[in-house]
């Protein structure tokens, strides 16, 4: 569909109708890697698997669009130049493995559409409905704090001396490589504060960006983003930006969402996106999540179409979600989806 090479905010609105007025996001990436096999306990993480694994990659991506899903993140929030370097690779390996995300995710993307054709997939409500499921590729940016591997995109504290500038030059050439990368967007996922966000406005403008991109911030309640800034400011920076289709909140609890989104579409025309977590706490030192006994994939389905009348036009889940979860959310939504290419929206 061209989506990257068209009047961004025109190619979202024609993306969701053709999605019925409701998109599913994926679920949690490296969740699923993990459930398949993958120790993640390393500093590149799930981006650890684009060399030692991207079979696996491909599987799980494959198993989230037979769930149901429109949009499919690439495993690329933690992969950097500067993470890869740490490990030995060149900078030009450095940049093909971050290309090979994206590739990895299309060739999925590929296979799903070929595949059903000839007949063994089925998902989605039902067979007519499957067969139009629009897909769009998202290439994962994650926050400098994802790089630093201790758990810092939960806190948004990168202390004085990281400044705008520094944020800027760090995420420079990923930006840049990623936009070229055949992605049909740039996801830039779990933003933890204010001055990320702008760091990465800023990336989009000078270096003439020309796909489109989310800005999806992490949530420590229903006001504040985890750093404790405004989630209205964190919106604002976003919103300004032609460039940005979508706006909104992941790997946050599910409890937060109904209050954010209401808050969010106060702020903005954009569409709004919100895959949150499981409502579990990550222990960064470990590199494993901590159970909570008042979630499950019950309670977070259950919110759905709450979401979804709230404003949410995209809606998936994050860290800890799994396909089963996804399957539930495209079950769920296809009861406030329209039917492929009516006008209405959903919310
Ligand atoms: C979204 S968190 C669970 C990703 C992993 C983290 N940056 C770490 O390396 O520990
Ligand atoms: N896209 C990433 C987000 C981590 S917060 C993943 O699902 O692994
Ligand atoms: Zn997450």
């Known amino acids: 569909m061209d989506f990257g090479l068209r009047d961004p905010a025109a190619a979202m609105r024609d993306f969701l109708q053709q999605a019925g007025g409701c ?7 490296a969740t699923e890697l993990e459930a398949n096999g993958a120790d993640l306990n390393d500093p590149l993480w799930s981006a650890k698997c684009l ?35 740490a490990r030995g690779f060149s900078q030009k390996e450095s940049e093909a493995l971050l290309f090979k995300s994206v590739e990895i995710a299309c060739e ?34 994650g926050s400098y704090g994802a790089f630093l591997a201790d758990g810092s995109e939960y806190s948004g504290d990168y202390g004085k001396e990281v400044t705008l500038q520094t944020l800027k030059d760090f995420h420079r050439r990923r930006v840049q490589v990623l936009a070229e990368s055949g992605a049909d967007l740039i996801a830039f996922e779990t933003i933890p504060n204010k001055i ?11 270096n003439n960006i020309r796909i489109p991109a989310w800005f999806s911030f992490c949530s420590k309640d229903e006001n504040d983003v985890v750093s404790g800034d405004s989630v209205l400011e964190c919106i604002a920076v976003a919103n300004a930006c032609k460039n940005v289709v979508a706006v909104g909140i992941n790997c946050t609890p599910p409890r937060y969402i109904q209050g954010l989104i209401l808050s969010i579409r106060k702020a903005t025309d954009k569409p709004i996106v919100v895959y949150p977590n499981s409502g579990e706490r990550y222990d960064a030192d ?11 994939e019950e309670d ?19 860290c ?15 009861n406030v989806r329209s039917a492929p290419q009516a006008t209405s929206a959903c919310n």
């Open 108 to 141: 999925a993307r590929g296979i799903f559409q070929s595949s059903y054709r000839n007949g063994p997939y089925t998902v989605g409500a039902d067979e007519a409905s499957s067969r139009k499921q629009p897909i769009l590729v998202a290439a994962s940016i």
């Open 286 to 296: 470990r590199k494993e999540w901590v159970a909570s006994t008042s979630n499950s």
């Open 23 to 29: 998109a599913v996001v994926d679920g949690g990436l």
């Open 196 to 206: 990320e966000a702008q760091a990465y406005v800023e990336l989009l403008k000078e």
């Open 320 to 334: 800890r979600t799994t396909p089963k979860t996804i399957r539930a959310i495209a079950e769920a939504l296809s």
């Open 300 to 318: 977070f389905v259950s919110y759905v179409s709450k979401w979804s009348e709230a404003g949410a036009s995209l809606i998936g889940g994050c």
């Open 51 to 85: 060399f030692s694994s991207p079979d696996l990659i491909r599987k799980v991506h494959l198993d989230y669009l037979m769930a149901g899903a429109n949009i499919i993140i690439s495993a690329s929030y933690q992969a950097t130049i500067q993470g890869f370097e």
